[in-house]
Structures are given as structure tokens and as C-alpha cells.
């Protein structure tokens, strides 16, 4: 048997202790990105607690002045996350059923946060510049920026969501809204979102696919596939909403 050097003993607890940390807060790695058509300057940017303005912001990242985005996610976010989460942050924000009834839930004691909003912010006062928002195209962003004013279209888009505990939500929620066209009788329209989310604590990207949607302003997808991961599909990019 080769005998194992101090040095080498000690790097290898070293590397165990790094992984054992990184295990136990589970934060991601950092990441970068390329924002398209950036001209703002170099900015942080960060999340809102919602219902509490008076918070300070988490900071989980900056934008430098060519537009070169980097999260750098924090290891701990404040106390005041935790009071403002419910257990299934309403389906994470999509589907309306119970995943009790209609799908698997594997721990019910886990809150969330989804931020639908991630901010520029002035690196001194912090004040909001703009609103990051990936998607991969445009209409996605109108619709993502004002969606009872917009029409939706297929394609991928992704918020923000930090969990306080890993948890695995799986459930199709499928029900109806009615509209009436202008000149047309009311006409019912059917939705189905299919929720498979593995939440691991501390921030990830919640993804929606949008397979199939209706033609009508204000509506929500007609078919859409939900989940969760550490990094965003390659057909997203990055843009500022001013």
C-alpha cells in the first residue's frame, strides 16, 4: 500500500470539508451570463422580499459595463424571506391545484420563494434601474412584463426561486377560464400545467416551457411543462426591462 503524505491527508479533508459546506447550504456555483443590448453600466443586482419594502435588497450578483451578468448567490438570506413564504408559493405561481389531490408532494413542511422580479440596482443607492428577464424571445418578455395586457407564445422563460429545503413536487393541474372575443359568444378555454420540480435548498431557476397557447391577450398557456434547475437551458438569453 502507497503511504499518503500529511500534505496530501490534510488537502483531502480540505476538499471533504469544501464539499460537506457546499452540501449543507447548498449555493450554487457562480454563473455568467451575456446580457443583449446592454448600455446601463455596471450595476448589482438583486431581490425584493415581497410585501416588505423596507428590507434591504438580497444581493445575489452584478452586471458589469459590457453587459457581463454574474450571480454570485449568497449563503444565507435574511429572516425576514422566511416569514414571507408559504408552503407551495401557490404552485410555484402556475397551476392552481392541490399537488394532494392531484399529484405527489413529497415534504409539506418546505416554504418557497418565487421572485418573478430580479433588479438593476444603482451600486450606491441601490435604487431599481431595470428588471432582468430571461426568456427566449421577445413577445415571451412583453407577455412576462404585463401578462394581463399581453399574448403569450410558445417558448421557455425562468424566475428565481429559493427554497429552505430540498422537496420534490410533481402534479398536473388542469382547469378552465372563459372568455368573450369581441362579436363572439363566450367561448371556454382549457389549461394544463405539468408541474415536476426537484427543489434543492438555496436559489435555483423555476423553467416554464410554454408547448401550446391560446391566441387571446391576458390568458395563460394552454399547455405548460414546469421545472427546476441550477442553470437555465441554452435557447434563454438576458435583457434589461427598463
Not at 143 to 172: C, Q
Request: a negative charge.
Amino acid at each position: 500500500m502507497k503511504n499518503t503524505s500529511p500534505f496530501a491527508l490534510v488537502s483531502i479533508g480540505l476538499c471533504l470539508f469544501c464539499l460537506s459546506a457546499f452540501s449543507q447550504n447548498n449555493t450554487l456555483p457562480p454563473q455568467k451570463y451575456q446580457l443583449q443590448d446592454y448600455s446601463l453600466g455596471a450595476m448589482l443586482v438583486g431581490v425584493r422580499i415581497p410585501g416588505n419594502w423596507d428590507a434591504a435588497p438580497i444581493i445575489i450578483g452584478r452586471v458589469n459595463a459590457s453587459g457581463e451578468l454574474t450571480f454570485d448567490w449568497p449563503a444565507t438570506v435574511p429572516d425576514d424571506l422566511k416569514k414571507a413564504t408559504d408552503q407551495l408559493n401557490y404552485v410555484i405561481q402556475t397551476g392552481n391545484c392541490d399537488p394532494d389531490e392531484n399529484g405527489v408532494l413529497e415534504s409539506k413542511e418546505p416554504d418557497y420563494m418565487l421572485f418573478n422580479r430580479i433588479w438593476l440596482m444603482n451600486p450606491e443607492t441601490k435604487d431599481v434601474q431595470g428588471q432582468l428577464m430571461a426568456a427566449s424571445n421577445d413577445t415571451l418578455r412583453k407577455w412576462m412584463h404585463r401578462p394581463d395586457d399581453e399574448k403569450t407564445t410558445n417558448g421557455t422563460y425562468g424566475y428565481l426561486l429559493y427554497a429552505f429545503k430540498d422537496n420534490t413536487l410533481r402534479a398536473t393541474c388542469q382547469f378552465e377560464s372563459w372568455i368573450t372575443p369581441e362579436g363572439q359568444s363566450e367561448i371556454t378555454l382549457e389549461h394544463k400545467f405539468e408541474n415536476d420540480l426537484k427543489v434543492k435548498k438555496g436559489f435555483q431557476f423555476v423553467i416554464y416551457d410554454n408547448k401550446e397557447v391560446h391566441p387571446y391577450e391576458g390568458m395563460q398557456p394552454k399547455w405548460q411543462q414546469v421545472s427546476a434547475a441550477p442553470v437555465l437551458p441554452g435557447n434563454i438569453t438576458w435583457k434589461v426591462k427598463e
